[in-house]
C-alpha cells in the first residue's frame, strides 16, 4: 500500500496561513481517499476534511468550512490542505492518512494508512 509523508508545518502568527503537503509513494496514489486529522496534545485525534480518490467530491468539518482546504493532483501522487486565518486552537501536529474503500471516504474511522504527521504552532 502507499506510504505518506507530510511537510508544510511550520510556527506562524495567529491570521496567517499555511498549506501542508502529503506526498504518497510505493502504490496507486489515485485510488485510495484521503484525509487530514490533526492531534492537539492531550485531545483526541480528529478529522478534518476528506476527498474521494478521484478528487471530485470533498468533506469539510464544519469548524473548518471557510478556512481549510483540501485538494489533490493524483498526476503528483499528492494531497494538501490549504489553510487560513490560522488560530491558536489549530496548533496540533497534522497528520494526513489513505483509505483503500472508495465508498467509505468520508468515515474518519476507516482512515488506516498514517503518515508520520507534521507539527502546526500558531501563536
Known amino acids: 500500500h502507499v506510504q505518506l509523508v507530510e511537510s508544510g508545518g511550520d510556527s506562524v502568527q495567529a491570521g496567517g496561513s499555511l498549506r501542508l503537503s502529503c506526498t504518497a509513494s510505493g502504490g496507486d496514489f489515485s485510488r485510495y481517499c484521503m484525509a487530514w486529522f490533526r492531534q492537539s496534545p492531550g485531545k483526541e485525534r480528529e478529522g478534518l476534511a476528506a476527498?474521494?480518490?478521484?478528487?471530485?467530491?470533498?468533506y469539510i468539518e464544519n469548524f473548518a468550512k471557510g478556512r481549510f482546504t483540501i485538494s489533490r493532483d493524483n498526476a503528483k501522487n499528492t494531497l494538501w490542505l490549504q489553510m487560513n486565518d490560522l488560530k491558536p486552537e489549530d496548533t496540533a501536529m497534522y497528520y494526513c492518512?489513505?483509505?483503500?474503500?472508495?465508498?467509505?471516504?468520508?468515515?474518519?474511522?476507516?482512515?488506516?494508512?498514517w503518515g508520520r504527521g507534521t507539527q502546526v504552532t500558531v501563536s
Open positions: 476527498i474521494s480518490h478521484a478528487g471530485g467530491t470533498t
Open positions: 492518512a489513505a483509505n483503500a474503500d472508495f465508498r467509505r471516504c468520508p468515515y474518519y474511522a476507516d482512515y488506516h494508512i
